[in-house]
């Protein structure tokens, strides 16, 4: 059945990952079409921030502390929405952690937060929210990555658990249209973004990690998942690096190992010397709400 979705200033929308970086752009941006917003994230500090942000707008905004990798935290946030706005019409999950190293420095406990948070996160959101949306129809969206289609070495954890996504999204979206469910699923694959992710992404590294060039504006992506809880998409990619290198990983999966291999290395590592602990894999940083953060390559 085709699934028809609510203009943006008739839905009510929860952010998951509000804080900072596309959550917080994607809740802003929510907030300044009318839409009645949801905001989840670890800080209570970053997400009052975003309620004072918003006051006196079209939209309204309410938040509720949780972490991704905590499913009764998650179904708390679910409740609060419909406690507070009677339904959910969009779930848009975008909250995730980062480590970068080679793997065989990456501790087993490190390696099995990354999963949690970024791949069993999505599916926490999705239990909660399913009963939900399907009630009444509407979009359950999940940002992912590129990587969901191209691992990227000194990223495996996080490459291992945006794969787990997309398998994910996959499948649960087929299983939905066969059961003829009001529901689209939508994955976002950005590419590099210009947040604080890579600030508080853990690093093995020696130095701060950094995203690949070109690097996007976290606005970007926000438009993308707004398109995609107005209209039904299946996999949305931002970023015209991310389109070509996606590209090269369909024609020719070999030809990408070489175009990493030879990149790869050196444009994941900035000059800024960083040691593990002083990130945010397992402890939000208290006051993070910046929605853009330092990448150390160029931005758009």
């Not at 992404?201 to 990690?209: E, I, M, P, Y």
Request: proline share 6%; net charge negative; glycine share 10%.
């Amino acid at each position: 059945m085709a699934v028809e979705l609510e203009p943006i200033d008739q839905q009510v929308i929860v952010v998951f990952g509000a804080s900072s970086g596309i959550g917080r752009a994607t809740a802003l941006l929510a907030a300044q079409r009318g839409a009645r917003v949801v905001g989840a994230g670890r800080d209570r500090h970053a997400l009052d921030s975003l309620v004072a942000e918003c006051a006196g707008g079209p939209g309204e905004v309410v938040v509720g502390t949780a972490d991704a990798a905590d499913q009764a935290e998650v179904e708390a946030i679910a409740q609060l929405a419909v406690s507070r706005f009677g339904r959910i019409d969009t779930w848009a999950h975008v909250a995730g952690v980062g480590e970068y190293g080679a793997f065989e420095d990456i501790t087993p406990e490190e390696f099995r937060r990354v999963v949690e948070v970024d791949l069993l996160g999505p599916v926490h959101g999705a239990r909660a929210a399913l009963p939900h949306l399907r009630a009444g129809g509407g979009a359950y969206i999940v940002v992912s990555s590129e990587i969901a289609k191209r691992g990227f070495p000194l990223a495996t954890s996080y490459s291992a658990a945006k794969h787990g996504v997309d398998g994910f999204v996959e499948a649960l979206r087929v299983e939905l249209q066969h059961a003829g469910a009001p529901v689209s699923v939508t994955q976002v694959m950005p590419g590099s973004i210009a947040t604080p992710f890579f600030e508080n992404a853990r690093s093995r590294l020696g130095v701060r990690a950094s995203g690949p060039p070109p690097v996007y504006g976290p606005e970007k992506v926000a438009e993308a998942i707004l398109a995609a809880a107005e209209r039904p998409r299946r996999d949305v990619v931002v970023g015209g690096a991310a389109k070509v290198q996606l590209a090269i990983q369909r024609i020719s999966p070999l030809l990408m190992d070489r175009l990493v291999r030879a990149t790869a290395f050196r444009l994941q590592r900035s000059t800024e010397p960083r040691a593990p602990g002083d990130d945010a894999l397992f402890d939000a940083p208290e006051g993070e709400d910046r929605v853009r953060g330092v990448v150390s390559t160029t931005h758009r």
